[in-house]
Nanobody
């Protein structure tokens, strides 16, 4: 089994910064990619940023230039640094592990979602 712990959410004024962390533990041999998603009230969940095990990254257009994502493979932890926050960034942010393989003989893998952390940006 795999456990996900998200942290770093909170209330911040527009223009401020927050750093979210997502730490995975348990039976993990490898993880293909880790992503941060967000869901605002009344809206669909959307990808914010993702990073592969090799370090390739992908960002939503709305956060490019403001957010960065980094990964510590040894700790199975991903960080989302959010700068120049805007009120429209307000949402619940979720961490997702894309294709976790539990051991070398695991050829299927599975995905895991975190419980979410609230980010509120006041104007």
């Amino acid at each position: 089994q795999v456990q996900l712990v998200e942290s770093g959410g909170g209330l911040v004024q527009a223009g401020g910064s927050l750093r979210l962390s997502c730490a995975a533990s348990g039976r993990i041999f490898s993880i293909n990619a880790i992503g941060w998603y967000r869901q605002a009230p009344g809206k669909q969940r959307e990808l914010v940023a993702a990073i592969t095990s090799g370090g390739s990254t992908n960002f939503a257009d709305s956060v490019k230039g403001r957010f960065t994502i980094s990964r510590d493979n040894a700790k199975n932890t991903v960080y989302l640094q959010m700068n120049s926050l805007k009120p429209e960034d307000t949402a619940v942010y979720y961490c997702k592990l894309h294709r976790v393989y539990s051991d070398p003989a695991d050829f299927t893998g599975r995905d895991y979602w975190g419980q979410g952390t609230q980010v509120t940006v006041s104007s």
